[in-house]
């Protein structure tokens, strides 16, 4: 079985936040897919599924982003799941609102769920797939741009974002993530400046 996991913060404070992302392509997979991640399992909501042919467990943890790991380290001992059938979805401020980027492994770039999820599992090798934020408009701390909701006109680009993350993913259940990083990571639905004519 592979395992889906969005991150984010639960209850209804942090559901429009940029923070919570990861929870928002959960749930907009879950929707094509037919099914709701509603169900309690340990320390996450969770729902099982198919995709041509592949299982498939969809995972919002309930522990607050900074501590994600316990959340997925406990699923994928309960299922005997290893690492490499884990993708982890998440925000990503150093990637521009528009875009998605595929990535097998690395650092935590400083995101408080990514670095829980390397302490619990002991590793950084697991797939990802960042959903970019942008970096804030104004000088405000970062982590207080991450906790607010995104602006009335980033709402209808974050709808195309969603599926094209939701169109990666069934990429990498069925191809993996290389393939997902080629037809992918290049893609930008931000709108573009007009190139001066002059």
């Known amino acids: 079985m592979k395992l ?7 209850g209804s404070t942090y559901a429009h936040t940029r923070h919570n992302v990861g929870f928002m ?60 059938e884990l993708i982890v979805i998440h925000d990503d401020m150093d990637i521009e609102l528009g875009r998605v980027r595929f990535k097998a492994g690395g650092g935590t770039g400083g995101h408080r769920g990514l670095k829980s999820i390397a302490e619990r599992l002991g590793s950084n090798e697991y797939d990802r797939l960042k959903v970019g934020i942008g970096r804030p408009f104004e000088r ?15 709402k209808l680009l974050l709808d195309k974002v969603l599926n094209l993350a939701v169109a990666g993913l069934e990429n990498w ?3 993996g993530c290389v393939s997902s990083m080629n037809k992918f990571n290049a893609q930008n639905l931000a709108p573009q400046p007009a190139s001066d004519q002059t």
């Open 4 to 10: 889906i996991a969005g991150l984010g913060n639960p």
């Open 25 to 84: 392509v959960i749930d907009r997979l879950a929707a094509s897919l037919g099914v709701a991640v509603e169900k309690k399992q340990g320390q996450a909501l969770v729902s099982q599924a198919v995709y041509k042919g592949e299982r498939l467990l969809l995972v919002k943890p309930q522990t607050y982003m900074n501590l994600s790991g316990d959340s997925i380290m406990e699923l994928l001992n309960f299922y005997k799941n290893g690492i490499e």
């Open 140 to 154: 405000i701390k970062p982590e207080v741009f991450v906790l607010q909701s995104f602006q009335t006109e980033e």
């Open 173 to 175: 259940i069925a191809e």
